[in-house]
């Protein structure tokens, strides 16, 4: 499990890195992106709680480190964050044409058919092999919180809804909350898992809401002109399956913002304090 | 004097807008951003001040817009922000294959040479032409301050020390301190100027320091790992200059920080705070 440095630069007292690893889940090359706040970048035996952050379609690990501000917070909170990137990349790694499919367009699943399944298991990267790496690697305890934006939003819900002992809370801006219902979902998941839409409902936050048994505490941020609201994200979906369910999600509905990272910035500051405040409930990891 | 509007998204409750219009300084059409915060985006009768932000080599006024993460402090301050261009564009407009010369690096300044005076008079623009159309266009009163990075922290400078009328205050972050004397300036004031040196000279902040007769207060911020320290920046050659003429600027030395973005958006805060002290003194604009 060794992982290559590229670059570490200072920001706010901290510093933020870029790693390239081999992965043996993505089977290929994969960069992601830490921030350390001060003291996480030395062995100064404080373990600190991280917050992984899914971005969204077309991305990598670099949008979310560059534009949304979170290091701020993350400095003042004691926080890692953990940026990976959206899919498996290369050469040998299939793609395809449109950018809502393949490379950049992981959609944090496992996939099963061809040509996708040797390479697409973004999912069991997530829940397991990244994870594994940055506990082998950096001073983080085992205190997980899981964010993300859009396609990125979807896998935090998805993979939190799913993973409930791994994490102590879910977020998401702007997510796909119901994925088998909508155009982006429809077309990857039906070439990421073949036609059979019972396997989707695995990956639809919407439908795992309600079967979910282990309650962790979700906050999920929409701005009301974002251009994909009505036909992709179908936040309402998830509101209402949630009410169906008594599943507690907090739906903060933001007027005048649109889908872009400049309403991710804007925000960020209370998703980080809303996963401080279980990130960092009865810390006793200081060794 | 009309603009055009292109986008306009919501950021921390103000609007983050780019525009583009016709110069007439630089004889073509030219982009820039304005972050407006809540109550600039409409006619409510308050007129807000103004920030100038010059961005460095290659950028446009999107990279400041996106990566600094300034907007935060501009919404709780009150203060509009201005991003123009780094040099006029265009297919017309002469260039240069290389990063440091021609379009993206027009190091403010009025050229007198062939190719180059048809268009590049970025100086003009900036003190002139930009300030007239924001103020004739924007709820924005005439208090002006000015900062910017590296050629823009270049610009910052020499912009306000010979304009102290024109702006409240002045900053920089990893400023080209001396251009007369690093390899950036002498390129770029040889191409536009002519090898006649003394006329270098107006466009070299730690020449111009000792010349100014009304101080405006100056603030430096300087990261001690940044690659192009010693060779482009020159920060010594300000601060001798600076004390040797008795001008009170507040130099700081940050400690591992590089010349990158995630070093503006480090101490943005502190810049806009600083402006603030003057940009708001016994602010009667109310109208």
């Given amino acids: 499990?060794?992982?290559?440095?590229?670059?570490?630069?200072?920001?706010?007292?901290?510093?933020?890195q870029q790693y390239r690893h081999h992965s043996s889940t993505l089977n290929c090359s994969m960069h992601f992106s830490v921030y350390l706040p001060q003291g996480a970048d030395s062995e100064q035996g404080h373990h600190f709680p991280v917050l992984y952050w899914l971005s969204g379609l077309t991305c990598t690990d670099a949008n979310f480190s560059q534009k949304a501000g979170a290091q701020r917070m993350a400095a003042e909170l004691g926080i890692v964050l953990v940026v990976?990137?959206?899919?498996?990349?290369?050469?040998?790694?299939?793609d395809d044409p449109s950018y809502d499919l393949g490379q950049g367009a992981g959609f944090y699943v496992?996939?099963?058919?061809?040509?996708?399944?040797q390479h697409y298991r973004m999912y069991d990267y997530i829940v397991e092999e990244l994870p594994a790496l940055i506990e082998g690697n950096f001073p983080v305890n085992q205190r997980r919180a899981i964010s993300g934006h859009s396609m990125g939003g979807h896998?935090?819900?998805?993979?939190?809804?799913?993973?409930?002992?791994?994490?102590?809370?879910?977020?998401?801006?702007?997510?796909?909350?119901?994925?088998?219902?909508?155009?982006?979902?429809?077309?990857?998941?039906?070439?990421?898992?073949?036609?059979?839409?019972?396997h989707w409902e695995e990956y639809d936050a919407s439908v795992l809401v309600g079967r979910a048994i282990n309650h962790r505490p979700i906050l999920?941020?929409?701005?009301?002109?974002d251009e994909f609201l009505e036909q992709q994200l179908r936040p309402e979906a998830l509101q209402m399956a949630a009410e169906v369910c008594g599943y507690p999600i907090r739906f903060e509905h933001h007027g005048g913002y649109d889908h872009s990272y400049y309403f991710i910035a804007s925000f960020i500051e209370e998703h980080l304090r809303f996963h401080a405040d279980f990130l960092l409930k009865n810390d006793h990891s200081d060794s």
């Fill in 220 to 225: 999920v941020s929409q701005g009301d002109k």
């Fill in 155 to 198: 896998g935090a819900l998805v993979i939190g809804l799913r993973n409930p002992e791994r994490y102590t809370s879910i977020s998401a801006f702007s997510p796909i909350c119901n994925p088998i219902a909508c155009p982006w979902g429809e077309k990857a998941l039906g070439a990421y898992l073949g036609a059979e839409t019972t």
């Fill in 110 to 117: 496992n996939a099963t058919q061809d040509p996708w399944k």
């Fill in 84 to 94: 990976p990137d959206t899919s498996p990349r290369g050469e040998d790694v299939a």
């Fill in 1 to 16: 499990m060794s992982i290559e440095l590229i670059s570490s630069v200072r920001s706010f007292s901290g510093q933020q």
